[in-house]
């Protein structure tokens, strides 16, 4: 038995739960965090993604969306982000990080979040006792 973590962005939630559903996940719970990854030190990226940024902000008379979206690229903001915990066999594993992959992964090259697979020791479905592989 695993315990599947994925850190996504908040606008792939619903595509990240249709590829859950589509992979075969037994259940899954999600959660509202804010956070932040690596940080990008490639200054050429950083610049291009401030262009595009400022585009998409339009005009701010104020420089707000400019201070915003710098703070944004060097690390003093925090990412509104999505986390799923999804508990699964063994043998589902690769098969659900796949899904989870292939529904987070943009063009980005930046910011496409993380996954993490940890053991679980024990499960025990409340309603009936069960615990195990049958609690999951």
Avoid: Y
Avoid at 12 to 22: H, P
Avoid at 28 to 49: Q, S
Avoid at 81 to 108: G, W
Wanted: glycine letters at 8%; one cysteine or more.
């Amino acid at each position: 038995m695993k315990e599947i973590i994925a850190v996504v962005r908040m606008n792939k939630t619903s595509a990240t739960k249709k590829a859950l559903v589509e992979a075969g996940a037994a259940g899954f719970t999600a959660f509202k965090v804010e956070g932040r990854g690596k940080i990008v030190t490639n200054p050429t990226l950083i610049l291009e993604r401030k262009k595009e940024l400022l585009l998409m902000a339009g005009e701010d008379q104020t420089g707000e969306a400019e201070k915003l979206i710098t703070d944004f690229l060097v690390g003093t903001t925090l990412f509104p982000r999505r986390l799923f915990t999804i508990l699964a066999h063994d043998e589902d594993v690769s098969k659900i990080v796949a899904a989870i992959i292939q529904a987070n992964k943009t063009c980005n090259n930046v910011g496409d979040g993380k996954i993490f697979v940890l053991p679980v020791i024990d499960a025990v479905r409340v309603r009936t006792g069960e615990t195990g592989e049958a609690a999951v």
